[in-house]
């Protein structure tokens, strides 16, 4: 039952669902339970196609979209938009990696972080409002899981950049090609039922594409941090969902 009490752990942990349940927690509970991270991502996925259904008997089209997309971030606390924006902060300030590492810890948002917070959420609701409506549910459910598959994929490859514990730390100490192997199946068995052969597709590029970013981030500070890993969760999003816009 231990695998039931991490899945519990990384659902408390990472979304905003009430889960009544104490569960006695030790460290590697979170590098192991990193596994389950598509099948969050697949319980935040149904809640927005859900509240994307109800919000079609309103008004049909954008406005349904921008309610799907609103209940994503309400579901998991806007624990990864949050990470998007301080992470452009840092990223994009031409500092040192010491200040660049400042900027992740300070709480206010400057000028790159709200211009990311925002285009994302407009390529978010564009890209799906682009889609058939069909296809749109099969985005709102999926995209969730593909960017979560991004998160193992940069956990797996990369180190705390701080000498201090801190969030980052839980998921990057002890993840290795264990949980990405296994965390990749997941969301192979997920992603093809919605998608077939082109699963194959979105789940190469979405890997590749963390990879990449990955390795650019390390280079800048030496390691990552837990912003870093909500933005690889954003931006591997908006990516499938330019996929989907070009292969369905």
């Not at 569960?23 to 990193?34: A, L, Y």
């Not at 900027?103 to 709200?114: Q, T």
Request: proline share 3%; charged share 15%.
């Amino acid at each position: 039952m231990r695998w039931f009490k991490r899945l519990i752990l990384m659902l408390q942990f990472m979304t905003r669902i009430p889960i009544p349940v104490q569960i006695d927690v030790e460290q590697d509970d979170f590098s192991k339970g990193i596994i389950f991270f598509p099948i969050v991502g697949l319980v935040v996925g149904l809640f927005s196609a859900a509240i994307y259904y109800i919000a079609c008997y309103i008004k049909q089209g954008l406005f349904a979209v921008c309610m799907s997309v609103l209940a994503q971030t309400i579901i998991t606390g806007g624990f990864h938009v949050d990470g998007l924006g301080d992470s452009f902060d840092a990223l994009f300030s031409d500092k040192d990696k010491e200040k660049m590492l400042d900027i992740l810890k300070d709480s206010r948002m400057g000028a790159n972080g709200v211009l990311a917070i925002v285009f994302s959420i407009l390529l978010k609701v564009f890209l799906l409002d682009g889609l058939t409506p069909p296809y749109i549910y099969k985005g709102i459910i999926a995209a969730p899981i593909l960017g979560r598959l991004g998160i193992v994929m940069c956990a797996s490859i990369s180190k705390y950049a701080r000498p201090t514990d801190g969030l980052g730390r839980l998921f990057t100490e002890g993840v290795g090609t264990d949980q990405l192997v296994i965390s990749s199946l997941l969301t192979m068995v997920m992603v093809f039922y919605l998608f077939n052969y082109k699963a194959f597709i979105f789940i190469i590029t979405i890997l590749l594409f963390s990879l990449l970013i990955s390795y650019r981030v390390q280079r800048k500070l030496c390691g990552i941090t837990g912003d870093i890993l909500g933005m690889i969760n954003e931006l591997s999003e908006i990516l499938f969902l330019v996929l989907m816009n070009i292969l369905v």
